[in-house]
Each structure stands twice: as structure tokens, then as C-alpha cells.
């Protein structure tokens, strides 16, 4: 019996990607951006009117008519502002970012409440700006069919919020990413009646979860991965260590059932390497773990023998094993593999009993039984990358290109097969 591999079409038409964009709505000057009065009023009468959109407004003497279309107005409006105020690369840059917003994208953005909100976009851009607030901040800008908020981190992918997280931001962003943009589609069709998706959570494999979890989540990890192995002896966490700055160690744990005893601590990098040799002579330390998200496991072992005999190196695989037998991080975003599942590898093999071909790193000619790996978590299929087997995400995803309909519809029922009995495969 063949199981249906979910189909995820992330284009509007062929050829026609929809997109996702983080969009930064503080159309002030720098000196205004701290009045969090201003700033917090502003961005809630955006939230009310559903709309968004950029700061560089006009003059008044010389506003263009209200909702005149970007695709009309974008040269009028560019050569104005660059009359009335010079040249200016953060508008052109914003601009041309907003030309591009069509019917159907999604737009997220963070606030100076603290909030995140999702929303879908209702129509492409148009001019906003009139006399009246909020309007009179904005030039071009966009209705979305509604606001949803999310008041919680938790509520939002860890990948997300690492995005919105950062310290400057541009007025807007394209996300490119699949993976994103379709975190950030969930967010929004979730909540919807009737989804236009239906998005599966992300798999958190062996191979994708130091990606997966943000440097937060993974230094709570790597503390669980501890208490695991001294919790039973009596060392608990010591929660205001976490909050003292030090610049080779994170946290530590002390032993209330023998104080006597030294304290445990650790060092966690998410994308840097770790410098071992500053550990050694560390004696003042019962143990000292160590883990970097760039390490393989077998440059863990490596650098283990090097390390002295209070210095444990945490290999990648070793704290994939903690995640996955104390799912603290699953989510309606993620879930963490903790069950035997057919591999992208698997998968492969299946295909070729189908009489696909492995064209290597690249599709070069187009063609129906081929496949390219892409990366360790995917398979490209016919030409080009747009259309792959995710085993992040369990389905079949067309995130941009020209595909027939016959083409999508054999591949999904060769790996619908493939997915079923990997050991059976007959053409279809």
C-alpha cells in the first residue's frame, strides 16, 4: 500500500514564487526611535489598519494620490524624493524590495511591544501616505488580509526569532531559505479556517538540530545533557551563574548534596569553534564540558585526547541522543526524530530501482528519472533545485520553477512508493 508524500507548492503559478519578507516598521529618525510612546502607538494603529509599509514620505505640497499603485507611481515618487532630499540608497534599496511584494506573500515582523506579527498580504503595494496618522509616517506600504499575533518567543520558530533578533535591521528582507519561509507560512496558516497549507513540523535529525535550535536552546541542551549524566549524584544547576559574563564559561552546577565537592561547568558554541587549549590547568573543576556546533564527532574524539582528564569534549551525536529521549524542544514547529524512519539515503536507493538516474551534485539536462542530492537533507528532481524531496519536512516541495503537472505527479507516486516499502519498488 503506497503512503502519500505531502506535496508542498510554494508558488503562486509557475514560474511564480510567493514570497516571505521580515519587515522593520520604524519609518523615524534615530532619535525618535527610542520613544517607546511614539514608536508603540504608531506601530498598534498599523496593527489596527492591517497595513505595513516604509518610512521616506513627501512633502505635502507634493504627495502622490492616495493608493496609487507602486507599479504606476515608483518612478514618479523616486524621482521626487531624490529632487526634494538627494540621493538616498536605503530608499531606492527599500523600494525596489517593495516593487516586488505581490498578492499572497507573507510579511512578519517584530515590534517595540515585543510581539511578533504574521500576515498575508491582500494586495501589492500602494502609496499610503496622507495627513492623518498612521498614514502620515508612510510613502508606500501594503494591506495584509489580517494581523496575527504572537505574544510569546515560545510561540515562534527558534530560527525566526534569531532573524528578528539582531541588532540592525534593514527596512525589509526577502527570505530566501525554504525552511524559513515555510516556518513562517505555518505561522500564519495555522491559525487559518481553511489553510491554503498544510506544513508538517520540521524533523530535528541528527544531522540539522544544532541549525534547528538557537544558542539559548542549545546551551539549555547541553546543561540537560549534564544534569543527565551528575544529577543523580546531586548537582543541580546554580540558575544566577547563567547570568554572570565570563568568556570561557557559561553556567554552572554545584552539589547540594556534598557542597564539598567542586563545581561543574561548561563552555557551548553554536557556530565558533572552542580553543581547548585555554582549559588546561583548569583544576578548580570537578568537570569541564565542552561543545561547539562546528565539530563532527569524529573531530570531538580528536580533540578529546587532548584535553585533560577533567575536560569532557560533547560530540555531536552524544547530545543528539540527549535531545531526542528528553524532547523538552518539540514543538508544533519541530519534532525531534525519535523513531526509526526511511532515510533520504533509503529513499535514493529506491529511486534507482525505479530506474532514476544520479546525476551527482547538479542536474544539468532536464529529465523525469533523475535526481541530484543537494545538500545531506534533500533530493532535487527534473532540473535545477527548485523542486526536492525535504526530509526535514517529510514531503515533496516546489519552491520556484517551471514543473508540468505530469512531471509532479509521477514523482510523487514513485516516492510515495519508495516511502512505503523501500525494498518494493516498481515503476509506476
Known amino acids: 500500500m503506497s503512503r502519500e508524500v505531502p506535496f508542498l507548492d510554494m508558488r503562486r503559478s509557475s514560474g511564480d514564487p510567493i514570497n516571505c519578507w521580515i519587515v522593520y516598521l520604524m519609518p523615524f529618525d534615530a532619535e525618535e526611535r527610542g520613544n517607546y510612546d511614539k514608536v508603540d502607538a504608531f506601530q498598534r494603529m498599523c496593527v489596527d489598519n492591517n497595513i505595513f509599509g516604509m518610512g521616506w514620505d513627501l512633502p505635502k505640497d507634493a504627495m502622490l494620490p492616495f493608493e496609487t499603485t507602486i507599479q504606476k507611481g515608483a518612478e514618479i515618487y523616486r524621482e521626487i524624493h531624490q529632487t526634494r532630499y538627494g540621493d538616498d540608497s536605503g530608499m531606492k534599496n527599500a523600494l525596489l524590495d517593495y516593487q516586488k511584494i505581490q498578492k499572497g506573500d507573507y510579511v512578519v515582523m517584530r515590534l517595540k511591544n515585543g510581539h511578533y506579527y504574521v500576515g498575508k498580504t491582500a494586495e501589492s503595494p500602494v502609496y499610503l501616505q496622507q495627513e492623518q496618522e498612521p498614514f502620515s509616517y508612510l510613502s508606500w506600504g501594503c494591506r495584509v488580509e489580517r494581523w496575527e499575533e504572537y505574544v510569546s518567543e515560545e510561540d515562534i520558530p527558534s530560527e525566526l526569532r534569531g532573524r528578528l533578533s539582531q541588532r540592525r535591521h534593514t527596512t525589509i528582507q526577502r527570505i530566501a531559505g525554504y525552511r524559513l519561509r515555510l516556518l513562517i507560512m505555518k505561522l500564519y496558516e495555522d491559525r487559518t479556517a481553511a489553510p491554503q497549507f498544510q506544513i508538517p513540523p520540521l524533523r530535528i535529525t541528527r544531522d540539522n538540530f544544532i541549525r534547528c535550535l538557537d544558542y539559548l536552546q542549545l546551551e539549555d541542551l547541553v546543561a540537560l545533557h549534564i544534569w543527565k549524566q551528575h544529577g543523580s549524584s546531586g548537582y543541580m544547576l546554580l540558575p544566577s551563574s547563567g547570568k554572570v559574563s565570563q568568556a570561557k564559561y557559561e553556567f554552572r552546577f554545584i552539589n547540594v548534596e556534598h557542597p564539598e565537592r567542586k563545581a561543574i561547568t561548561c563552555q557551548v558554541k553554536n557556530q565558533a569553534d572552542i580553543q581547548i587549549e585555554q582549559y588546561k590547568g583548569e583544576t ?81 539536462v532536464r529529465g523525469s528519472r533523475q535526481y541530484a542530492w543537494a545538500g545531506p537533507d534533500f533530493l532535487c528532481f527534473v532540473v535545477s533545485d527548485g523542486l526536492f524531496y525535504s526530509e526535514e519536512f517529510g514531503a515533496l516541495i516546489c519552491a520556484w520553477g517551471n514543473y508540468t503537472e505530469e512531471e509532479i505527479g509521477t514523482l510523487r507516486n514513485d516516492l510515495s512508493r519508495c516511502l512505503s516499502n523501500t525494498a518494493i519498488c516498481q515503476p509506476s
Open 284 to 364: 578548580g573543576y570537578e568537570w569541564i564540558y565542552l561543545f561547539s556546533g562546528l565539530w563532527s564527532d569524529e573531530e570531538a574524539v580528536n580533540k578529546q585526547v587532548k584535553c585533560d582528564s577533567n575536560v569532557v569534549v560533547i560530540s555531536p551525536s552524544e547530545l543528539f541522543e540527549t535531545l531526542r529521549y528528553h524532547p523538552a524542544f518539540d514543538s508544533r514547529f519541530y519534532q525531534v526524530e525519535n523513531k526509526a524512519v526511511i532515510s533520504i539515503g533509503e529513499i535514493a536507493a529506491g529511486l534507482q530501482e525505479l530506474s532514476y538516474t544520479d546525476a551527482g551534485k547538479k542536474l544539468r
